[in-house]
DNA sequence: CTGGGTCAAGGAGTT
DNA sequence: AACTCCTTGACCCAG
């Protein structure tokens, strides 16, 4: 099933794509509104397959004599529909044109938005790799109404857990998987073939409290790898930040190898090849390096042969870069994703291409196809916070990369920036009506929690007086309003 | 439907 | 010790 066919409310929508004027249109319905109307109205001709042709102003819509009479079959659909519904039926079979005894609800119409899309500069590469996104697809997730989002990170609170059980948790992963099959297919539509599973797919499996195991959704799962395998697409996983192997405290080393067990056990059912790895970061230093790398060695020595074999390290921008973990990955036979925007922010004094062939020397070693994570920071980022940040979407591909490897791109606009490349570089051919504008504005702050509670209670004290002032010009205040001034703009 | 506060987990840095 | 940040999206409740 592709993307042009999906979903209930799509039933008589159009996808346009005019691919000479990068322009995308999508008309939603067959509908005689007046806006409607307006519409078809800059239509100027009809083209060979019935379609109308863009104006100047791209605006398309289906052929007007198909706005006008729907396709039997749809009329004969929506007539049996109507009997059901106990409705007087026309001779000719369709439904009965006329206005039932009971007013019609009418949908609230949703109007696809128009996305004008600029070119971009044409670059070019020897690279023939795979380029992939982490987790989330933007075009997918944003459809609407929200009962048409499309995304595998659905979750819940533990309070919730405790109030609708653990069904109820089981069923937001079985939805996950479910829609993990959509995203797959649109991954295949859209010549994506790398692709980054949530770590969210199924929320507190790993919980010491509330974890489970994911055998009931077996099934499913097997369906997902399958289909991920007949496309030939790579899943990979990067469990968070709180997998900590090398952490002094037993109790957190537990855990995170709960949490490795989970994404294995995910992986291993859909029946996902070696190059499914599991990616982590060496974690925290905790005062001393060489002591956390022993530790972290011993853990990554002990774990059990399924966790281990889709291992991976990646170099981080604060603890611990390529050079502090190529020794153990090369003892262990641990590969190593060379992260190249981490690289930049805490460097090796080893030159990357010299860090790249040792870590494919390992790939290679474990018969396992390379990764790399390619990243740039946000346009105008100074502080190394700033810095951290990653960008909407990557404007370069680095030079000498060879075709035997696949490239992550972490990027805030996710799949948007996976099709950003491929139109700079013409490394695949792209769906007009799958791309969305980039955002013109883009602000060099992170994406993280921009609350204070403190700049917010200074905030709320503030509006109160100046409300009070309001109410009474004369009245002084009784207090300094506290300014905070780390406060972040809007 | 929107906005704001908050969330399972761990560690580092600041005050 | 307490708090904020890291990254990040989604929940969840109030309006």
Redesign the pocket.
């Known amino acids: 099933m592709s993307l042009l066919s999906r979903g209930p409310v799509r039933r008589s929508a159009r996808l346009m794509t005019v691919s000479t004027m990068d322009v995308c249109i999508t008309e939603p319905q067959f509908d005689t509104t007046p806006t409607f109307k307006r519409r078809i109205s800059s239509v100027e001709k009809v083209g060979p397959d019935g379609y109308a042709i863009a104006t100047s102003e791209a605006i398309i819509a289906p052929a007007p004599e198909e706005v006008c009479s729907p396709p039997v079959a749809k009329r004969q659909k929506r007539a049996a529909k109507a009997e059901e519904k106990g409705m007087a039926k026309d001779p000719d079979g369709l439904e009965h044109t006329e206005t039932p005894t009971k007013p019609k609800r009418r949908k609230k119409e949703i109007v696809e938005p128009v996305y004008i899309i600029p070119e971009v500069e044409k670059k070019t590469t020897t690279y023939r790799g795979r380029l992939g996104y982490a987790?989330?697809n933007t075009v997918m997730?944003n459809k609407k109404?929200?009962s048409e989002s499309v995304?595998c990170?659905?979750?819940?609170?533990?309070?919730?857990v405790k109030k609708n059980g653990i069904d109820f948790v089981k069923d937001?992963g079985r939805k996950n998987v479910q829609d993990l099959l959509t995203l797959i297919q649109w991954n295949e539509d859209n010549h994506i073939r790398f692709f980054r599973l949530s770590?969210?797919m199924f929320?507190?499996a790993?919980?010491e409290k509330y974890g489970y195991s994911l055998d009931y959704c077996s099934d499913l799962l097997a369906q997902a790898g399958a289909l991920a395998n007949k496309y030939k697409h790579r899943l990979t996983t990067h469990p968070?930040?709180?997998t900590?192997l090398g952490?002094?405290?037993p109790?957190?080393v537990e855990?995170?190898i709960r949490e490795l067990a989970y994404h294995a056990e995910m992986l291993d059912l859909m029946g996902v090849g070696p190059d499914g790895v599991m990616i982590i970061h060496g974690?925290?230093?905790?005062?001393d390096k060489p002591t956390?790398l022993k530790r972290l060695k011993e853990s990554i020595r002990n774990l059990p042969p399924n966790i281990f074999n889709r291992l991976v390290l990646e170099n981080d921008e604060?603890?611990f870069n390529a050079e502090d973990l190529l020794p153990l990955c090369e003892e262990l036979n641990v590969p190593l994703v060379f992260d190249y925007h981490h690289d930049n922010l805490f460097p090796s004094s080893i030159p990357p291409k010299e860090i790249i062939q040792r870590a494919n020397a390992i790939w290679k070693k474990r018969g396992i196809r390379p990764k790399q994570h390619l990243s740039e920071q946000r346009p105008g980022a100074v502080t190394i916070?700033e810095r951290?940040?990653?960008s909407d979407r990557c404007e370069n591909l680095p030079p000498d990369l060879p075709d035997d490897m696949d490239l992550m791109i972490?990027a805030?606009d996710?799949e948007q920036a996976v099709l950003h490349l491929h139109r700079m570089y013409g490394l695949q051919p792209v769906i007009q009506a799958s791309l969305r504008p980039p955002n013109k504005n883009p602000t060099k702050?992170?994406?993280?929690?921009?609350?204070?509670?403190?700049?917010?209670a200074a905030k709320?004290s503030l509006d109160k007086q100046l409300e009070e002032a309001d109410e009474n010009p004369a009245g002084d205040f009784e207090e300094e309003p506290i300014v905070h001034g780390?406060e972040?703009d809007a």
Not at 153 to 160: G, M, N, P, V, Y
Not at 283 to 287: E, K, N
Not at 445 to 456: D, E, F, H, I, L
């Open positions: 987790c989330l997730r109404p929200a995304f990170s659905r979750t819940c609170r533990i309070d919730s937001l770590s969210e929320p507190f790993s919980h968070g930040q709180y900590q952490s002094p405290k109790n957190v855990s995170s974690g925290g230093v905790y005062g956390t604060m603890c916070l951290r940040a990653h972490e805030k996710k702050q992170t994406q993280g929690r921009k609350s204070n509670k403190r700049a917010k709320n780390d972040e």
